[in-house]
Structures are given as C-alpha cells and as structure tokens.
C-alpha cells in the first residue's frame, strides 16, 4: 500500500558491523625484481680497499640442487661498533640524469644488494660481522634475505661464522638447533679473508645436504 504524507519514513535496513579485512595476498616474488632492485656496488658494503675487507660468496640452489640464476640476496650487519644505524648512500642518483650511480666509495653502510650470477653464484664484500650492540649472549652475524623465483614470501636466514665455537655455542639461535641444521648457518673458510656460504632453498632427497635454516618473525 502507498505510504501517505502523514506517515514517518520507514527506518532504513540496519547495516551488519563491517567485518576485518582479509590481508592482500602476497605476489609471487620475481624475477622482475632482477631489473629493478640491484643497483652499482651493491655488492661492496665496505668501501673498496678497506684493510679488513672479507669476501662471502656461495650459490643459490633449488630443491633438486640446481644452481638459482636470478635470485637475489640481501644483506644487513651491525657496524664494528655493534650499531645498527648504519649509513645512507647506497642508492644515490646523478643529480643531472637521476640514473643510480651506487654508493659514494667511503662509508660502510652495513647494507648489501646482490643479484646471482647464471651460475647462481653471488660474492658480497664486506667487514667481519659484529654481533648487534645490546645483544650480550649473541654471536656475530650476517642478516640475509633471499628472493628467488616461485617464493610467495622472500625468505630470512643468516651467516655466522666459525671463527669463535665458544661464542657461537652460546648465540640462543644456534644453541637452539640440532647441530645438523645449526651446520646450515655457518660459512666455511674458503681462502684469506674468504667464506663460502651457500643456501639451500630445500634439503636433497639422498639427504647429502639440509635445507638452509630459515627464520620466522613474528
């Protein structure tokens, strides 16, 4: 029946409360990222002729052991000071053609940026790790993070080294894994002032080789 003049409006429908949001799925990872993330020296976190200079370099392997030709690592570390501030320069531009022209040579920044090679090969240069400031019980590592084809999500993992076993026996990370997996986080000495760290993206079925230990943040 039509409504008359006199008559109030009818109430409007009642709205259901609006629920959460569910979060936007992650987009597959790569290898786009290869064109746009690397940039000049991001290998060289230390400046180039540093006396104390290391070399850490290793390769990317899938899950059947085949090298990663187009993955791509990131790497932090605390200072020789154990601070984690670090230094603002690795992305700087020509300020006439805005092109990336790489970091400026003289500071340590603690940040690295490395593309693999088509072997799957990467090499970083940087100071020995120091283990954050604030941290008493923890040993001095790298903080990598690893993108490579097929991952939803980029993968956290980190080098330690086996330059103090008293030390790295008490870091609540390794001293928390059964030692055939602690073994995935250790680099291995591969020459003067070399390491050799690769990651294993899965363990191989024969069991020769673990998966990389891989971390959560929560």
């Not at 009642?14 to 290869?34: E, I, K, M, N």
């Not at 020789?80 to 990336?100: E, I, N, W």
């Not at 283990?131 to 903080?143: I, T, V, W």
């Amino acid at each position: 029946m039509p409504r008359t003049a006199s008559e109030p409006p009818a109430p409007a429908p009642r709205a259901d409360p609006p629920s959460p949001l569910a979060p936007t799925p992650s987009q597959t990872v790569g290898p786009f990222y290869g064109y746009a993330l690397p940039f000049p020296g991001g290998e060289q976190i230390v400046p180039v002729g540093h006396p104390d200079t290391i070399t850490v370099h290793g390769c990317v392997h899938d899950g059947v052991g085949a090298p990663v030709p187009d993955a791509l690592l990131e790497f932090w570390q605390a200072g020789p000071d154990g601070s984690l501030t670090g230094a603002p320069g690795s992305l700087r531009r020509d300020s006439a053609t805005g092109a990336v022209i790489g970091r400026n040579g003289m500071d340590f920044t603690g940040f690295g940026r490395v593309p693999t090679d088509a072997d799957g090969h990467y090499a970083v240069r940087t100071l020995p790790a120091t283990a954050p400031a604030g941290r008493p019980s923890a040993a001095p590592y790298l903080a990598v993070c690893v993108f490579a084809r097929g991952l939803l999500h980029h993968l956290f993992t980190r080098v330690y080294f086996p330059t103090n076993e008293t030390v790295n026996a008490a870091d609540p990370l390794l001293s928390g894994l059964p030692a055939n997996r602690a073994r995935t986080l250790l680099a291995r000495p591969d020459g003067p002032a070399r390491y050799r760290f690769d990651v294993r993206m899965q363990g191989t079925e024969d069991g020769t080789h673990e998966e990389t230990v891989f971390l959560a943040f929560r």
